[in-house]
């Protein structure tokens, strides 16, 4: 007698979850996914200004050679290494990425036209940049007796004398102090070894401009093109095990994955979860957060991302504990964190494996669509981020907080549930398109795919969801680490 109203209340939840995934599924579509995807493609890329810090990366480390900071062998010739090294157009490659973002600005940008001009003013153009300087707008104190000048406009006034042939006043710029003359110019050191070359500048701001440059470039040039071929070393020995063991026993399976949940239960979590609540509670800690963050500056952006990345988390982790409670389920072993020895290596292989098909991936959607944007918004915060204490805070949500829950939201619960109901390589699949979709951006959709493939491989490989997060940890860690190398 007290049983017979239990299968009524059961159909009443099922029908409740049952309206809850449709309504999450339209949300996700029409108002979560749908726009954001489709205007990722109309978001500022980083491309461009990636591209043009590595050519000033790389016209630094050039000057660094020529000039004789760099110590060269003896009997080398120092401008012929420059050349072997960096190539003999680094600066004038940079002069055309600069005019390519500064057409693609609806309005003059100070600070991009005072590069070029010193880029081109290098490079013995200076009619060029005679008309560029002319064609920006005044800054303070230039042209204005009544004012004393500033030292943006001594700087103005002294790259105009130069530009146009006519004997440059340096004396008043000499006199300057370097944090002023450091104010005036573009914040990278390429900028002051230009500025103290082309106005024969006696200045202790010249000095040691060029400290780090070469350590800097052969980081960002070698270590990923190393670690990629790497990679296609170990497809090799991957292949070559493979026909070997072709005529010979198998070896034993991996641990089996734990399903934690049932598909449609994944499927309230995933849509209801992770997309509708997560982004609901981030785009509401975001707005709470949006004073502080615009008095704080780089250090409030830092530390809102971190906020608003667990504001976001925190949805998905309640939802599946409900669900998993309601299917009488309890604890975290389904986890299989296995965190051992052998996690660090497994992660480490994996990657290196994954890293040229990532690399080569997005390489060929740059040339398909050299011209679209729709990267990741946090890459041009570190990028533009000068404040270690704030990318210690990026780092934190890079390379602790989004592996962590990425991971047990994609190799965790989606992809061992969807392997249950549709096989492993199908679980695979499914989990790496919803990982890659998740991010927001058509433009990295592929690399991120080919990416969560990977992920997904190493998951069914060894059974351990410590090695997917590691593999995660140190992608992410090695995407910062070149984009703060690229920022000094």
Known sequence: MNQTPRPHRLKWVEDVQKLL??????????????????????????????????????????????????????????SLLSRQLFGPDALQEL??????????????????????????????????????????????????????????????????????????????LADLAPEALEDALPRHPLYPSLAC??????????????????TRLVLVGLVGPLAAL?????????????????????????????????????????????????????ILALSALRPWIQQAGSMGQAMATMLVYGAQALPGLAVLHWLRRSEGQSGWQWLQWGLGWRSLPMALGTLLLTLPLVLLTSWGVSRLFPHVGGSNPLLDLVLNSRDWTALIFFALTACVLAPLYEELVFRATVLPTMARSYGT???????????????????????????????????????????????HATWNGYTLANLVLLSL
């Open 21 to 78: 995934l449709a309504l999450s599924l339209v949300l996700t579509v029409f108002v979560f996914w749908g726009p954001s995807l489709l205007g990722s493609l109309e978001r500022p890329s980083v491309q461009g200004v990636l591209e043009q810090r590595q050519l000033e990366l790389q016209a630094l480390a050039s000057r660094a050679v020529g000039e004789g900071t760099v110590t060269v062998p003896p009997g080398g010739n120092a």
């Open 95 to 172: 002069a055309v990425v600069l005019q390519e973002r500064q057409d693609n600005t609806a309005t003059t940008d100070q600070d991009l036209g005072l590069r070029q001009a010193l880029v081109l003013l290098a490079i013995h153009q200076p009619e060029q940049a005679r008309l560029l300087l002319e064609s920006l707008p005044p800054v303070m104190g230039q042209g204005e007796p009544s004012e004393e000048p500033s030292a943006a406009a001594l700087l103005r006034q002294a790259l105009l004398q130069r530009a146009a042939g006519t004997p440059t006043k340096v004396a008043p």
């Open 197 to 214: 070359s082309v106005l024969d500048l006696d200045h202790p701001f010249c000095r040691g401009s060029h400290a780090g440059a070469m």
């Open 230 to 282: 790497v990679g296609i070393l170990l497809w090799l020995v991957q292949l070559a095990r493979w026909l070997w063991s072709r005529n010979r026993s198998q070896p034993p399976s991996s641990q089996p994955m734990a399903a934690p949940l049932t598909l449609s239960a994944l499927m309230l979590f995933f849509f209801s979860g992770v997309v509708v609540l997560g982004n609901g509670c981030g």
């Open 425 to 471: 390589g199908a679980g695979v699949l499914l989990s790496s398109l919803l990982f890659a979709a998740a991010h927001l951006s058509l433009v990295e959709f592929l690399p991120l795919l080919i990416l969560g493939l990977g992920l997904g491989w190493l998951r069914l490989r060894g059974g351990r969801l410590s090695a997917c997060v590691l593999m």
